[in-house]
């Protein structure tokens, strides 16, 4: 059910985890999770006890039964959720230094491009039998296109490809390219391999890129409430 745009190994994989939190997120009732204890804050981005919650139990329905009765997979998936949301609050607020945002025309291309893969009535279907609401599900993409773009901005723009390593992908992947590759010092091609060349480096920095963003935005946890969940289990 996730869009794919530049699909990118683990960062894509993060993204996917992202989005699913977002779409969590936008299920909430905010009046009440407005009353309720913080557990993540990053300036003044917040993350209440309930919502955490809430992203947990769903996140169960992956799990078989049997599963869930173990302590320590539950006190994973527990930090599992914890980490994706503290790192969807960063993003956010990167977004937001960057003034990056997702256009009405930015998410209109996005969800035809998911809902071309669906025959007629289908889509809202799938959604229906995943007991997701169409509202949050598209609140989960649009915050996935933000943070694609915050990517795109911070990581991808900022890779250089040299010469050399064009010519050594050209190389190693010759049989593909060489019946495609017109004549000319700059081609069509070449502008495919550098995009790939980029994606693969992108790949390669994207934990560090993380741990760089989580020491300029700093994360604070309410060490009592988590203390309180792990404990209950």
């Known amino acids: ?40 804050r990053v300036r003044d981005n917040v993350v209440t006890v309930t919502e955490f919650q809430r992203a947990v139990e769903l996140a169960k ?15 994973a998936l527990q930090k599992r ?29 996005a969800l035809e491009e998911v809902k071309k893969d669906f025959p007629d009535g289908t889509f809202e279907e799938t959604l229906l039998e995943q007991a997701v609401s169409y509202p949050a599900w598209e609140e989960g993409l649009k915050t996935r296109l933000m ?3 915050v990517v795109a901005r911070d990581l991808v723009s900022n890779i250089a490809v040299t010469t050399e ?9 010759r049989k593909e390219l060489e019946d495609t590759k017109p004549e000319g010092p700059v081609t069509a091609v070449d502008e495919a391999i550098i995009r790939n060349l980029r994606r693969q480096k992108a790949e390669e920095a994207y934990e560090e890129y993380v741990h760089k963003l989580h020491a300029t935005y700093p994360v604070e946890i309410n060490a009592k409430e988590w203390q309180r969940i792990i404990g209950s289990g």
């Open 1 to 40: 059910m996730w869009i794919c745009i530049g699909n990118m190994g683990r960062v894509f994989s993060a993204l996917s985890a992202l989005m699913m939190s977002a779409m969590i997120l936008a299920c909430g009732n905010t009046e009440s999770a407005s009353r309720d204890d913080y557990l993540i």
């Open 61 to 75: 329905a992956a799990y078989s039964h049997s599963a869930l009765q173990n302590l320590d997979v539950v006190r």
């Open 81 to 109: 959720v914890l980490r994706e949301l503290v790192e969807l609050a960063v993003f956010e607020e990167r977004a937001k230094d960057l003034n990056i945002s997702v256009s009405p025309a930015d998410l209109s291309r």
């Open 147 to 149: 943070i694609e773009k």
């Open 165 to 173: 390593e064009i010519e050594a992908y050209y190389r190693d992947h």
